[in-house]
C-alpha cells in the first residue's frame, strides 16, 4: 500500500510516497519552506502543494511538531498561537480534498523507528527523542504508542522550558562545541530517565547523524541508542499512522 507521508517543521515541510509494507520511501523526498508566520493558512497551502507536487489521491499522513488530541492542536510549541485550538485533521482535508491522519511528530517518528528502525527488536519502555528546533519526545509501551508525551516542555532553572537551552538549534544559536551541548543534552536525558525510567531512549532528529561527535559525553543509566532512519523517519511515521487509523 502506498500513502504520502509529509513531516512538518519549523524550517520546512518534507513529503514522499511511502511502501507501507517495506518502509523505504519510493519517491525522493519534496521539500517546502515553512511559512516565517507559521500561520494556519500558510501551512494549509503548503500541505496542498506538497500533495499536488506527488499527484497524489489517497490518504495522508502527517506529523506536526507539537500536541495533537483527537486532531485538534493543543499548544502553539515553535508555530504561531493561531494553530490553538485548530482541528488540523479537518483544515488540511478542506485545503486538499484527501483523508488526512495528523499526529505529533515525535510520536510519528518513534513509529517509524519501533517497526522498521532501532527500535524494532527493543521491547519494554522505550523514548524517542527528537533534536532539532525542539526537543520532541514520543513513548511507546511493548510497541504501542502512549501520545503527547511533550518532555522538551520541563522546565528548567530560568528557562521556561528546557528546550530553550538544549535544543540542538540552541547549539547553533550559541555556537557551542559538541562536548558543551552534550552536557546540556546529558542533563535533559538524566531527567526524563529519572521521571520515567525507560529501558531504551532513541535519540533522533538532524543532529542524530552527527551520533559518534556525541555519544562519548552522554551519562544516562539507562541504553541510548541512535535512531537509524534518520530524515525519513517523521515521513514514514507519519504514513504508518494513517494506515493504522484506516485499515481499521
Known sequence: MEILGIDIGGSSLKG???NIDSGELITP???IPTPEDR???GIAIGVKQMVEHFDH???????FPTIIKKGICKDEGNLSRKWLGVDVDALFEKSTGLDFTVINDADAAGLAEIKFGAGKKEEGFVLMITVGTGLGSGAYLHGELIPNFELGQIPYKNYTKIEDWAASSIKTEENLSYKDWAYRFNIFLNYIHIILNPDVII???????????FRDYLDV????????????SGILGAAIAAHK???G
Not at 535519540?203 to 561527535?213: A, E, L, M, P, R
Open 16 to 18: 514522499a510516497i511511502v
Open 29 to 31: 523526498t519534496h521539500k
Open 39 to 41: 500561520k494556519p493558512s
Open 57 to 63: 489521491k489517497g490518504i495522508v499522513g502527517c506529523g
Open 203 to 213: 535519540i533522533g532528529g538532524g543532529i542524530s547523524n552527527d551520533w559518534v561527535k
Open 221 to 232: 543509566d539507562t541504553k541510548l541508542l541512535p535512531a537509524r532512519l534518520r530524515n525519513k
Open 245 to 247: 487509523k484506516y485499515r
